[in-house]
């Protein structure tokens, strides 16, 4: 499985940003943490092969994650943007055998 994430750069707070990861491979599910500076890793979003969807708590009510089957593409929309989501956002999936694959980090900088 490879990742090709795109998207991301710099936005004022409560603007927008949206971020594709385009996949190769079968996937189990696919989706975005994120790394602030200081910060571990956490969850931003994830879908599954069956669509189901799950976000972290920072991020539900502003940030939508959808899937474009045909281009097994995935996309993460970012609305009200704040500071704290400034981070670098890395595209991750599952593939068969629970293997996880990450793709390049994508810089995402929200200015207040």
């Known amino acids: 499985v490879q990742l090709q994430a795109s998207g991301g750069g710099l936005v004022q707070a409560g603007g927008s940003l949206r971020l594709s990861c385009a996949a190769s491979g079968i996937l189990m599910e696919t989706g975005w943490y994120r790394q602030g500076l200081g910060n571990q890793r956490e969850l931003v979003a994830i879908?599954?092969?069956?669509?189901?969807?799950t976000y972290g708590d920072s991020v539900k009510g502003r940030f939508t994650i959808s899937r474009d089957v045909a281009k097994n593409t995935a996309y993460l929309q970012m609305n009200s943007l704040k500071p704290e989501d400034t981070g670098v956002y890395y595209c991750y999936a599952r593939g068969l055998g629970y293997i996880d694959y990450w793709g390049q980090g994508t810089l995402v900088t929200v200015s207040s």
């Open positions: 879908i599954n092969s069956g669509g189901t969807t």
